[in-house]
């Protein structure tokens, strides 16, 4: 009787292992693999309805993050926050953002204006040795604005300035082009060190080689399905205020084991310290009826020939990994705490 018992036990088991197995469903996460794990005391941390953070493997200038967290909203819901980017981006070290028309219009930049620093070094900034992350065109645009200036030379080369990032998105948009950065001795070509980025985000070449393909070229090739805009925005970083403008791409996917929505996102421009970015944020659908999962990926190459300056930036950007966490936990409580605010038009 007890051996009949215990085989009919063990039967139970196996049938409701199986059953819990059914209900599981795929692996939420496996879309990252293997570049990208996540850890066994990383889902336990999910599991207790808590967000994760930590650094990735890098070489090099480039640092990169992972950070996770449960929610319980689905993709529509995302789509509308990333849609309304001042209300997506709400952090203390983001002092402005704005999101470029389709077409662009140097309107939506009024809310944008250079430091009082960065509007002083411009006397100074030539090829080879400038403050600011430009091309010589570029630098001789914003002196000629100053020397010409027939009022207050500052608004002229804020003026300057504006024109300068309009004119960067219409050629990235036309040609999928960016200048090369010549502040140093050695110009950069933020494409090739995005490329760079790419190949060391297999995940997205393995599991979309057309939309990597269409983020490689630029818009003028954005891949089927794909929803591609722009913002500017001014955050504090490295005791600077960073410029920057960011060309963003929203798909949905149907597919098991594909996120319900993948946002991914480049810097076209950095006026200090980032060579270039790349970050992909995906709504992961979960196992069964349990949560979502927001995932977040970055991956930048910090600019190392400011020298001494280059471990100070490279700190503070993975500084930002202590404050993940509550970062993902704030972004949670705004998604779901229904629809974003519509942001007025400028």
Not at 46 to 72: C, D, Q, W, Y
Not at 150 to 175: C, H, M, P, W
Not at 182 to 187: G, V
Request: with cysteine.
């Amino acid at each position: 009787m007890t051996t009949r018992y215990l085989k009919y036990s063990a039967l139970l088991c196996i049938c409701s292992a199986l059953v819990s197995s059914s209900q599981a469903g795929p692996d939420p996460f496996a879309f990252f693999g293997p570049s990208v794990s996540i850890s066994a005391s990383d889902r336990a941390q999910l599991n207790r309805g808590n967000p994760f953070a930590h650094a990735l493997p890098t070489k090099g200038s480039e640092v990169a993050m992972i950070a996770a967290i449960p929610v319980n909203v689905n993709g529509d819901r995302l789509v509308a926050w990333e849609r309304q980017v001042a209300q997506m981006k709400k952090e203390a070290s983001v002092l402005a953002v704005g999101r470029f028309s389709d077409p662009p219009r140097i309107e939506d930049l009024a809310g944008l204006e250079l430091d009082n620093g960065d509007v002083a070094s411009i006397r100074s900034c030539r090829p080879q040795n400038c403050e600011l992350k430009l091309a010589g065109a570029e630098m001789e645009q914003l002196r000629r604005a100053e020397a010409e200036a027939k009022g207050d030379s500052r608004e002229a080369v804020q003026e300057a300035f504006r024109e300068i990032v309009l004119n960067r998105v219409q050629q990235y948009l036309a040609t999928g082009q960016i200048p090369s950065d010549e502040d140093h001795h050695t110009p950069v070509q933020p494409s090739s060190r995005f490329a760079a980025l790419l190949e060391h985000t297999p995940f997205l070449q393995d599991r979309l080689p057309e939309l990597t393909a269409g983020l490689r070229e630029g818009p003028s090739r954005p891949g089927p399905g794909v929803e591609s805009s722009f913002y500017w925005s001014k955050e504090h970083l490295a005791r600077k205020s960073m410029v920057s403008v960011t060309h963003e791409s929203i798909v949905r996917y149907q597919d098991a084991g594909m996120p319900d929505t993948l946002v991914v996102a480049r810097d076209i421009f950095c006026s200090h310290y980032i060579n270039a970015s790349l970050s992909v944020t995906a709504l992961m659908r979960g196992e069964g009826n349990g949560p979502n999962y927001l995932v977040y990926v970055n991956r930048t190459e910090v600019d190392v020939l400011h020298g001494v300056l280059a471990g100070l930036v490279k700190h503070a950007i993975e500084g930002r990994l202590k404050n993940a966490t509550k970062v993902m936990t704030d972004l949670r409580e705004r998604l779901e705490s229904g629809d974003p605010p519509k942001n007025p038009r400028p």
